[in-house]
């Protein structure tokens, strides 16, 4: 599903990989299999034990980093 600033929730009929694809790489981020998240609504990014990350959002949601995309979220977003 597909979940907005507003918080209205929407489902998906493609893959995440998909949507990754047609958005804008310098706006989005993937964070894990099942979340990809506009930079500008990150409000914090948080170390976590094994090399991860938390992220929170904005609106409070958190949101953890897998293991294999912590490199690219450590190189993306703590670099701004």
Do not use: C, N, W
């Amino acid at each position: 599903h597909l979940t907005t600033a507003a918080g209205a929730r929407y489902a998906l009929t493609y893959r995440l990989k998909d949507l990754e694809a047609r958005l804008p790489a310098r706006e989005f981020v993937r964070l894990s299999r099942g979340a990809l998240v506009r930079i500008d609504a990150i409000a914090r990014v948080s170390p976590m034990p094994g090399g991860t990350y938390l992220v929170t959002l904005a609106g409070g949601a958190q949101l953890p980093v897998s293991r294999l995309r912590a490199r690219v979220v450590r190189d993306r977003l703590l670099r701004l």
